[in-house]
């Protein structure tokens, strides 16, 4: 297949993860020894920094982050501030974050007191989200569609009222789920 159909598409570079469960604690911990248990609990912060590093490196558009950022409501302070340093980097790098919350991490547990950076982009609960992502010059390259749990036990299934895709958007996150999910059943 011929480049030329892109050649004037602008270039998006985006990463995507899920199920980061920073601070998820290690079960039976006192079976290693203390190097390793310590790089276990360490983990998911390296990881999470990783991710964050490569965003970086690779001078990408935005960071898209899928759900179950925590293990659970009873999240600690340490993972809370790692999450919000992390976005507070890639923020000054001028890179947006777009976050959907899941059932480990729904909104309606969410600490209202941790201060997200302005670049951060929070999907609401209540019905799917569309957000236009725009290049420098101000033209539409991508349309992200989400919608995060508001609690633990969501009964809705929110993909079946993600809008359907318009021939005028360009590349578009989120409605790809919808389509598959038809073409499966």
């Known amino acids: 297949m011929s480049n030329e159909k892109f050649k004037d598409k602008p ?17 039976s911990m006192n079976q290693y020894d203390s190097k390793t248990a310590s790089k276990l609990s360490a983990a998911t912060y390296d990881a999470f ?7 970086i490196d690779e001078r990408v558009d935005f960071l898209l982050i899928s759900g179950d950022i925590y293990d659970g409501k009873d999240r600690n302070i340490k993972a809370q501030l790692a999450f919000r340093n992390g ?27 941790l201060k997200l950076p302005e670049e951060t982009i929070r999907f609401s609960s ?22 995060s749990f508001d609690n633990t036990k969501n009964a809705t299934n929110a993909v079946e009222m993600f809008p359907e895709k318009d021939k005028e958007w360009p590349f578009t996150i989120g409605e790809q789920l919808k389509t598959w999910l038809r073409f499966l059943s």
């Open 126 to 147: 209540d019905k799917p989200e569309k957000y236009i992502y725009k290049s420098k010059e101000g033209n539409p390259i991508a349309y992200i569609v989400g919608a």
């Open 49 to 55: 920094n990783k991710i964050i590093d490569l965003c």
């Open 87 to 113: 976005l507070n980097r890639l923020s000054q790098q001028g890179i947006k974050s777009f976050i959907v919350h899941g059932n480990h991490d729904p909104l309606s547990f969410w600490s209202k007191k």
């Open 11 to 27: 270039i998006l570079k985006f990463v995507h993860t899920a199920d980061l469960h920073l601070g998820s604690p290690f079960q």
